[in-house]
């Protein structure tokens, strides 16, 4: 028995007192759980035998940086996670506490178990064994957890962006991704871009009675109605004049390769999305339309009377959430541009609307045959005994395209979670055999990389 299969309980234990901490990065008043989980990644760094651990304050939350550089010739890796979680509303639909971590099978719930606690824990841990067992590193290693990856991460934005030479690396660790099946090794090669926007639209300078002056004073929700419907058709096409021109399609090699996934699109319309229809672009294929194609959605719209019973109320103000994922080759700054231009021809008279960035991120697109990625294949398949496989994600991790565009280099993305963890929603989870495999696959990456 080695190491990571004799410590599978403290492994457990220790992921346990991490999703206790409710680090919930958009809620000011949870500002003194995200300190405590920075404490909490810095104590358990140092305790894995990493060195010059600093929690680094700054703009935002802080980040917690550790490095061992104890190989010299060998790569370095630079390992990225984060440790604020997504808010866990709304709360009765969970079957747990969200911050209350309970075993149900093989399955750990609470927020943060699968996004990205559990994920980052396996890094710190994968490094601690080697580093207990051997007394030093097959490559070289350092550390950078953030907490504002839920909120859009202006901290190790303006961090990574001053190129600090003690984040000088040859590749980017990341586990903030998942497996395409259980049991099935996966690497993620690509991931869409984000442009997350509000639109504020304003009609009277406050609210009305609706008998009184309906019919005549202009309707803010009507006219949030009217304007996302000029932008995007009953189909799914998005109706942004340019906003298909920058994109680029996934090779074929890509397709031949995706559609050889074991995949039952009726079980996963059925279980892993729980609708009667799928919709989208009709003449794309799924996995293209998920992981290959730019979307537009509305999160939430705010605004008018939303209690209980009844109140006839014309609002003065609507606000409403959009996102936009982006992919090769499509611009943040150009998107956000042709977004806005659109609002503004399709806005009805009587209102005003105004659109102000949240944040964006480029997407990015790594190349396969890049020797990080083939040894992480590799260690992948000897781990699991299965040949690894290839995907893309249709989500957005930021990062990625930071430590390209200002260190310069390339992110290996080796997710553990599942399609059904359900992220961002409630009963969110983590499936402990993927958890205490990715441990091993992880220290297994290092040991290959060292050869």
Request: glycine share 10%.
């Amino acid at each position: 028995m080695n190491y990571y299969e004799r410590n599978r309980d403290a492994f457990l234990k220790g992921l346990m007192e991490f999703l206790r901490i409710p680090s919930i990065s958009t809620l000011p008043e949870n500002k003194p759980d995200i300190q405590r989980a920075a404490a909490f990644v810095a104590a358990e760094l140092r305790g894995a035998g990493m060195q010059q651990v600093e929690i680094i304050e700054g703009q935002g939350h802080p980040l917690v940086y550790g490095e061992w550089t104890g190989a010299p010739g060998k790569p370095t890796l630079l390992m990225y996670g984060h440790y604020d979680v997504q808010p866990p509303d709304p709360l009765e639909e969970w079957k747990s506490p969200p911050f209350e971590p309970t075993l149900r099978g093989d399955d750990l719930f609470a927020r943060g178990s699968s996004d990205d606690k559990g994920q980052t824990y396996i890094l710190i841990k994968a490094v601690e064994g080697l580093l207990k067992t051997e007394g030093r590193l097959p490559v070289n290693v350092k550390f950078l957890i953030e907490g504002e990856e839920e909120v859009g991460g202006e901290h190790i934005e303006a961090y990574v962006s001053s190129k600090p030479p003690r984040l000088k690396a040859d590749a980017a660790v990341i586990c903030d991704t998942e497996m395409f099946a259980p049991g099935l090794p996966t690497l993620c090669v690509g991931l869409r871009g984000i442009v997350y926007l509000e639109l504020d639209v304003r009609g009277a300078d406050h609210d009305l009675h609706s008998g009184s002056y309906g019919g005549a004073a202009p309707n803010p929700f009507q006219a949030v109605a009217e304007i996302l419907c000029a932008l995007k058709d009953r189909e799914g096409h998005i109706l942004i004049p340019g906003f298909y021109d920058r994109v680029r399609p996934p090779s074929a090699k890509e397709r031949e390769a995706w559609a050889r996934l074991p995949f039952d699109e009726e079980e996963y319309k059925r279980k892993e999305v729980g609708v009667t229809e799928l919709v989208g672009e009709p003449e794309i294929p799924l996995f293209e339309r998920l992981w290959a194609r730019p979307t537009l959605e509305v999160h939430g719209i705010r605004g008018g009377f939303t209690g209980e019973g009844a109140k006839t109320v014309i609002p003065a103000r609507a606000v409403a959430k959009i996102s936009m994922r982006l992919v090769p080759d499509q611009r943040p700054e150009e998107v956000l541009e042709q977004f806005t231009r659109a609002v503004t021809a399709a806005c009805p008279r009587g209102v005003t609307a105004e659109v102000r960035n949240i944040h964006g991120a480029a997407a990015s697109l790594v190349d396969t045959e890049s020797p990080f990625i083939k040894a992480a294949a590799e260690a992948l398949s000897e781990s699991f005994g299965k040949e690894t496989v290839y995907i893309r994600s249709g989500g957005s991790i930021p990062i990625v395209g930071l430590f390209d565009r200002f260190l310069g280099i390339p992110s290996v993305l080796m997710g553990f979670g599942l399609p059904d963890d359900n992220l961002h929603a409630p009963n969110e989870k983590f499936h402990l055999p993927n958890f205490y495999r990715g441990i091993e696959a992880v220290a297994k990456y290092l040991e290959v990389l060292g050869r």
